[in-house]
Structures are given as C-alpha cells and as structure tokens.
C-alpha cells in the first residue's frame, strides 16, 4: 500500500507561482509513474502532468510551459512547479502513483491517490 499526501496548496495571485509537493510512503517508489490531476467545481477530475519511473514527462497542453513536473527519489516526492498561474487553474490538486512506471495521462491507471490540495489563483 502507498500514501500520498499533497502540501503546497494555497491562494495566489494570477501571474504568480506555486510549488506543490507529493510525499509516497513505500520503498518502490522509484518505480512508480506519478501523476497530477486537478478537479475544478462541478468539472470532471482532469490530467496537469506526469512523469515516469526513467523520468520521461508528460503534460497537459493546458499547462505546457507554464508547469514543471519533477521527483526526488531520495525524498520519496514528487513536485509540480507552476508558474504564470491563470484563474481557470484554480482547482483541488491530486497526486497519484501508477504502479506501472508510465507517465500515463488515464485517470485508470492510478492505483493509489492523495487526498488533494486546494490552488485557488485570484485574478
């Protein structure tokens, strides 16, 4: 079993920026493929970013160049830098772990999630 709990969260400015991080319990995480997925009100839970276990990376176009998705194995973290943030980012941020390795943008091949972090980007 994996845990994942999202810091980072908050309220800023449009133009400005946040760092979110991700911390997994679990002594495989290298392996793992991590995501990020936000869910807006009253909108379907939507695919930021993602990244493999060789660190290949994927994005949302939405989000392309604006965000940057890395890890620190030795920290067992994942981190979602996001810069130039826009109202429309404002949402509840979800980390998850794909057991898998890939860098898959499919809510589906999660396994585990995070309880979320609040983003609220004020215009």
């Known amino acids: 079993q994996v845990q994942l709990v999202e810091s980072g969260g908050g309220l800023v400015q449009a133009g400005g920026s946040l760092r979110l991080s991700c911390a997994a319990s679990?002594?495989?995480?290298?392996?793992?493929?991590m995501g990020w997925f936000r869910q807006a009100p009253g909108k379907e839970r939507e695919f930021v970013a993602a990244?493999?276990?060789?660190?290949?990376?994927n994005y949302a176009d939405s989000v392309k160049g604006r965000f940057t998705i890395s890890r620190d194995n030795a920290k067992n973290t994942v981190y979602l830098q996001m810069n130039s943030l826009k109202p429309e980012d404002t949402a509840v941020y979800y980390c998850?772990?794909?057991?898998?390795?890939?860098?898959?943008?499919?809510?589906?091949?999660?396994?585990?999630w995070g309880q979320g972090t609040q983003v609220t980007v004020s215009s």
């Open positions: 998850a772990a794909d057991r898998e390795g890939w860098s898959s943008s499919a809510r589906r091949v999660y396994d585990y």
């Open positions: 679990g002594r495989t995480f290298n392996n793992y493929g």
């Open positions: 990244i493999s276990g060789s660190r290949s990376t």
